[in-house]
Antibody
Framework: QVQLVQSGAEVKEPGASVKVSCTATGYTFSDYYIHWVRQAPGQGLEWMGWIRPNSGDTKFAQKFQGWVTMTRDTSIGTAYMELSRLRSDDMAVYYC?????????????WGQGTLVTVSS | QSALTQPASVSGSPGQSITISCTGTSSDVGGYNYVSWYQQHPGKAPKLMIYVVSNRPSGVSNRFSGSKSGNTASLTISGLQAEDEADYYCSSYTSSGPYVFGTGTKVTVL
């Protein structure tokens, strides 16, 4: 069955970087976009960007351009999201989600989420 | 890109129907049929409930339905059940984003 398994919780100091992984199983990794979405404590969902695994192409929300990096390793079916220059308001649960794109875009499977705590 | 506008809360009694609105602009909800709805229980990842305005994934109850008129999309839950109590978010493709979520709606079953 389709599963997206994310790396474990992280605690980082302000100004540091964090890299979260998302490992896909149960389907052909290259056939689906991977999106990253975050949710601050008690807040709503915020779309960050996507990566197209077969090409490595990326697209980011304007807010995150210049300080988020999305990569992938197709040999192990894993996507990565790295956020730099962390601030306290970057503390959130970060989710990856799969999307077939095309004429039927949707986030149909989600990872379990990775809590990133930013604290000195 | 501003978040789509949803009511903060909607409530209903078991068995009733409720509707959650999701208002955007002609650059997102009004301009594309790529509207999705997600259910999120506390501490859990979101779950896809509706995609491309009105399509239900396999396994999602037919008590959930979606529609769109102009710049506003809607999610209707009929025959409300206790298990439907959760947060609900809409999402739309946008001409600039390219994706944006709604502000979220807390559904309470009285």
């Amino acid at each position: 069955q389709v599963q997206l398994v994310q790396s474990g919780a992280e605690v980082k100091e302000p100004g540091a970087s964090v890299k979260v992984s998302c490992t896909a199983t149960g389907y052909t990794f290259s056939d689906y976009y991977i999106h990253w979405v975050r949710q601050a404590p008690g807040q709503g969902l915020e779309w960050m960007g996507w990566i197209r695994p077969n090409s490595g192409d990326t697209k980011f929300a304007q807010k995150f351009q210049g300080w988020v990096t999305m990569t992938r390793d197709t040999s192990i079916g894993t996507a990565y999201m790295e956020l730099s220059r962390l601030r306290s308001d970057d503390m959130a649960v970060y989710y990856c989600a799969r999307d077939p794109g095309g004429s039927s875009p949707k986030f149909d499977f989600w990872g379990q989420g990775t809590l990133v705590t930013v604290s000195s | 890109q501003s978040a789509l506008t949803q009511p903060a809360s909607v409530s209903g009694s078991p068995g009733q129907s409720i509707t959650i609105s999701c208002t955007g602009t002609s650059s997102d909800v009004g301009g594309y049929n790529y509207v999705s709805w997600y259910q999120q229980h506390p501490g859990k990842a979101p779950k896809l409930m509706i995609y491309v305005v009105s399509n239900r994934p396999s396994g999602v109850s037919n008590r959930f339905s979606g529609s769109k008129s102009g710049n506003t999309a809607s999610l209707t839950i009929s025959g409300l059940q206790a298990e439907d109590e959760a947060d609900y978010y809409c999402s739309s493709y946008t001409s600039s984003g390219p994706y944006v979520f709604g502000t979220g709606t807390k559904v309470t079953v009285l």
